[in-house]
């Protein structure tokens, strides 16, 4: 047991060691651990200046996928496999699993919400059957607060009746929009 407890904290000592802003483990299906890690996103990347927001995204996508290949020769050398998702993923959501391996909660505005980086992140995932330590999972973090910054922010009225409308908000965030992000308190 001390054997995979180490090599946790390894595999998070290296991933932020390497670029990562958090670490956190859950398992997908309940049987299938993850590695979940967070990254820094800006709002001020957004349509305002393409070749500024490819540069970034591509900086960052370079900066996840290189901790993912860290951590796929550490996991494999201890003979696990691993499978990784990126920043750029279109294949799944990677909030709900932010969500339940710690590194956040819900936001009113449907983004996770950390502590200390608000909701300026972005994550990628790295499926392995390592047995990690999943059961840290205290999901009674309180994070975002009732200001409520982000409802009254918005330019669309994507925060209606309680319930965060994602076809209200698209229209505006493609063209740049991230009121809600530059609002919120904890950004």
């Not at 709002?43 to 901790?67: A, C, H, R």
């Not at 201890?78 to 391996?101: C, H, M, W």
């Not at 300026?120 to 999972?137: R, S």
Request: overall charge positive.
């Amino acid at each position: 047991m001390d054997y995979i407890v180490d090599l946790q904290k390894h595999i998070i000592d290296t991933s932020l060691k390497n670029g990562a802003l958090l670490v956190g483990f859950t398992k997908i299906r309940r049987i299938e651990p993850v590695i979940i890690l967070g990254f820094p996103f800006s709002d001020e990347w957004f349509l305002k200046n393409p070749i500024k927001i490819t540069k970034q995204l591509g900086k960052d996508y370079n900066q996840s996928k290189n901790v993912q290949r860290t951590l796929n020769k550490i996991l494999s050398k201890e003979g696990f496999y691993t499978q990784n998702k990126s920043v750029l993923s279109i294949y799944g959501d990677f909030r709900p699993l932010a969500v339940s391996a710690n590194l956040g909660e819900w936001g009113r505005n449907g983004l996770v919400v950390n502590e200390k980086y608000g909701s300026n992140l972005l994550f990628a995932a790295t499926f392995t059957n390592a047995p990690f330590d999943t059961q840290n999972n205290n999901n009674s973090l309180k994070h975002c607060s009732d200001c409520k910054q982000c409802i009254s922010s918005c330019p669309n009225n994507a925060f209606e009746n309680n319930r965060f409308h994602f076809l209200r908000c698209l229209p505006y965030a493609l063209k740049g929009c991230s009121e809600c992000l530059k609002n919120c308190s904890k950004n």
